[in-house]
């Protein structure tokens, strides 16, 4: 595809000066549109679903029970009161609640309500407790924990995390490439080499793109799937003729070859 002669006259007249330069909305929508809708999307609802797993498996006793091993704790007896079938369950085992009493050694009467997953007490059991003395309230008998989830449940937090990374990452890219039409320094470059990688994004191969700086013969690379970058590069290399490349001096591997900007995805 020959590119419109008026468009390439403006793209370079926007590459002439010098940064930090003003970004013209045609530049902006050929080298830097916001891409990435449907990942924002899929990472909001990973998002939402990771909260509510989370909200109902992230075992949020630990902090207590982490005071209540660290202590003074005393233990007594106690009598299970209660026994419950939760709606939660733990590798297909139901997890079973229970509501206990107990009375401190300094004659306080305390109630609690305990977790185990499967069952442990029936019903008028009798079961040592133990209990903070600083704060009777927190308390559990020995043998169960004080919520619905187990520590093995922690993993639950990756959910939202991964998802809150899906939906913000795409506007980082979006930030970082208006970054560099404003800020990035212009320079004409040759394309050292070409390589393969392991991965693949949106089923594209990704490739390490290796260039050599014409300003000050340094070489730096960049990785990119776009089909259309891909095939500039491997042209130019074949071609050995140069190229310009817009590039953060502070992070050089972050760079663009302005004369793709709105092609990229073509193959």
């Known amino acids: 595809m020959i590119p419109d002669q008026q468009w390439v006259m403006e793209r370079d007249a926007f590459l002439d000066t010098p940064p930090p330069r003003h970004v013209p909305a045609s530049v902006a929508k050929k080298a830097a549109p916001f ?33 209540l091993d660290k202590g ?40 609690g309500v305990a977790y185990t997953t499967g069952g442990r007490w029936r019903q008028g059991k009798k079961v040592k407790v133990s209990y903070l003395d600083a704060d009777p309230s927190i308390s559990v008998p020995l043998g169960a924990r004080m919520g619905k989830a187990d520590l093995t449940s922690s993993f639950v937090i990756l959910f939202p995390v991964i998802g809150s990374a899906l939906a913000i990452a795409p506007f980082i890219g979006f930030r970082r490439r208006r970054w560099l039409l404003r800020n990035g320094w212009g320079t004409k470059a040759t394309v ?36 259309g970058v891909v095939s500039f590069a491997k042209s130019k290399k074949e071609s050995a003729e140069p190229v310009t490349i817009l590039y953060d001096p502070q992070k050089p591997k972050r760079m663009m070859f302005p004369e793709v900007w709105g092609r990229e995805r073509e193959i």
């Open 35 to 67: 891409e990435g809708l449907f990942l924002v999307i899929f990472g909001l609802i990973f998002l939402t679903m990771g909260l509510v797993f989370s909200w109902i498996f992230l075992p949020t006793h630990l902090p207590r029970q982490w005071r």
């Open 72 to 111: 003074p704790s005393s233990s007594v007896l106690g009598t299970i009161t209660q026994v419950e079938n939760t709606k939660v369950s733990i590798n297909k085992v139901s997890v079973k609640e229970y509501t206990y009493r107990f009375v401190t050694k300094d004659g306080v009467k305390k109630e």
């Open 192 to 227: 050292s080499a070409l390589e393969t990688t392991s991965v693949s994004v949106n089923h594209q191969p990704q490739f390490k793109i290796r260039v050599t700086r014409a300003d000050d013969g340094v070489e730096t690379m960049m990785r990119s799937h776009q089909p």
